[in-house]
């Protein structure tokens, strides 16, 4: 590069469908990269629409609206080059996922995504056409190659073209979606790039939640030899600015959180996004006194501030007191409300309503998914009363055996953890404390054995394996699709194997019926794993 310039890359919070909104943050960053002598700003991948706007993208109006918002940041684009994000149409009036590009209040073109991705939560080809060109645009005297999300994800992409065109720095713009351990992935194929192609690669991802989604940020800078040289913040809006230039030197980077740090983050941003965008005003939870409940509402907590949570104890003639006690002070070092509420008399007029239909029956399951269903019910009354959603506080252990009440525990509308294995739990909820320096979930919820309390003496590992022998196995059938003889190989008991499996299998139904939760593992309950309901597949 002849002369080095300053780059921005502005990852922005961007909103589905919210169009003037997301309009309104693309032109203030713009302002602030100008501001702070940028020659090229860099937005993520569908910052204008919101990304992903899924059948959105049908409706005709949605199109033309994100055209006209495209044209009016293009129009405002002075004092540097922009690059943004948008919906955009081919000469046939088709669909496609754009990369526009502007400078001096005119567009100088548009880069139209070459591979489309069509796997886990992504499905692309469903609305848009591929694109067929690589795109390299003057920056000064400086050339310029852009790209977006998946065209990197492949060996034979856009970027060697580019790269062989005379491009002096490629871009990337992205809406990749988070899950642990993701940045890393993204740093090493971005290196690998830089490597092979002997450029540096900036690349720009969007930041926020969206349902089930959380993107992550981490926006990055890598130089030719692939060492990270600049790196935006995880988890929040920031603009992150580098000078490019033939060495490519940077500033100091950040070291990335630890695992449970940055689940715990990505919990809390996609809690506080489903919130804020959907205008709910505050969150309800029941509070058990459990690792899981507690985990919830400390998120919470760090999500919306404690004047806007609610934890509800819902005791029962089966609840301990030292349950009550720790969900009081779980409350009380959260800093926020707490309702007691018995449903005992409720449980009781259950059981006289329903004594002659259950005649001649022994107490069983009924009886304890009653209680659930009676808490369900009193939790989604105080949400109708005061308009705030009802957080569910089931993991992703619980939700792939379906260890879990359909319209009773797992009642609600948002699922927190409900893609956070058990024992993940436990080691995100300790990192927690440790992090507050103090034991906020009380300690003794991280050391007594999880129990239901639907009847006298209750544990977890009454009816399931114990969490440390059950997450491995749920990891490999529900992540990683292996067969039953391939667990079984890798050392687990046969009849522990086939049990889970068959429990995995048979409770697809519920979790059909879940309400979304923040995707944080590589495949998650829902739309990454599509299992039919009606299945007769032995695993």
């Known amino acids: 590069m002849s002369k080095p310039f300053r780059l921005a890359l502005a990852q922005v919070n961007a909103t589905v469908g919210d169009i003037a909104g997301n309009v309104r943050k693309v032109l203030s960053a713009c302002d602030h990269a100008r501001e702070a002598g940028a020659n090229l700003v860099v937005l993520p991948e569908m910052v204008l629409p919101g990304y992903p706007p899924e059948d959105l993208l049908l409706r005709a109006s949605f199109v033309e609206e994100n055209l006209a918002a495209w044209r009016e940041v293009a129009e405002n684009a002075r004092g540097l080059t922009v690059v943004a994000g948008f919906v955009d149409r081919d000469r046939k009036g088709r669909v496609c996922n754009a990369a526009g590009v502007a400078a001096d209040g005119r567009v100088l073109g548009v880069y139209r995504k070459m591979h489309l991705p069509n796997y886990g939560v992504f499905d692309e080809m469903r609305y848009f056409r591929r694109g067929s060109e690589p795109m390299v645009f003057p920056v000064g005297d400086a050339r310029v190659g852009i790209t977006i999300c998946e065209d990197i994800w492949v060996r034979r992409g856009p970027v060697a073209r580019e790269a062989r065109e005379g491009a002096k720095l490629i871009l990337n713009i992205s809406a ?41 940020g981490g926006s990055m800078v890598v130089a030719p030899g692939g060492e990270v040289i600049a790196r935006a913040a995880m988890f929040s809006e920031d603009l992150l600015l ?3 230039e033939g060495s490519s030197r940077g500033g100091l980077v950040a070291p990335i959180p630890p695992i449970e740090e940055e689940i715990f983050q990505a919990l809390v941003l996609g809690t506080r996004d489903y919130l804020e965008k959907n205008r709910f005003p ?93 808490r369900g019910t009193i939790l989604m009354a105080l949400s109708n009363k005061f308009g705030e959603i009802v957080l569910t506080t089931g993991n992703k252990s619980e939700m792939s055996v379906g260890y879990a009440t359909l319209y009773g525990d797992m009642a609600g509308g948002f699922a927190v953890i409900k893609d956070v294995f ?37 544990k977890d590992s009454d009816s399931l394996p114990e969490y440390d022998l059950l997450d491995p196995i749920l990891k490999m059938y529900v992540e990683e699709d292996k067969s039953v003889p391939v667990m079984v190989a890798a050392g687990y008991p046969e009849d522990v194997v086939r049990r889970v499996v068959t429990l995995v299998d048979r409770s697809e139904y519920k979790r059909r019926q879940a309400p979304p939760g923040v995707k944080i593992t590589p495949r998650a309950l829902g739309k990454d794993r599509r299992m039919p309901i009606t299945n007769r597949s032995n695993g």
């Open 242 to 244: 580098c000078e490019i």
């Open 282 to 374: 505050g969150a309800i939870i029941g509070l058990s006194g459990g690792i899981d409940s507690s985990l919830v509402a400390a998120v919470a907590v760090e999500a919306l501030g404690p004047s806007r949570v609610l934890g509800v104890t819902l005791s029962s003639p089966f609840t301990s007191m030292e349950s009550v006690e720790d969900a009081h002070a779980l409350a009380s070092n959260l800093g926020i409300r707490c309702l007691d509420i018995s449903i005992g008399d409720a449980f009781a007029a259950f059981g006289r309503t329903l004594a002659e239909a259950f005649a001649g029956r022994a107490a069983d399951t009924t009886e304890e998914n009653l209680q659930a269903r009676i």
């Open 422 to 458: 058990k024992t993940m739990v436990y080691r995100v909820s300790r990192t927690y404390n440790e992090r507050c320096g103090r034991d906020v979930i009380p300690a003794r919820v991280l050391t007594k054995p999880p129990s239901a309390e639907l009847r006298l003496d209750q």
């Open 176 to 216: 990749s979606p988070y899950h642990a351990g993701k940045w890393e992935v993204r740093r090493d194929l971005v290196a690998a790039h830089a490597r092979r192609t002997g450029l540096p690669v900036a690349y720009c991802n969007l930041v926020g939640g969206q349902d089930e989604l959380v993107f992550d």
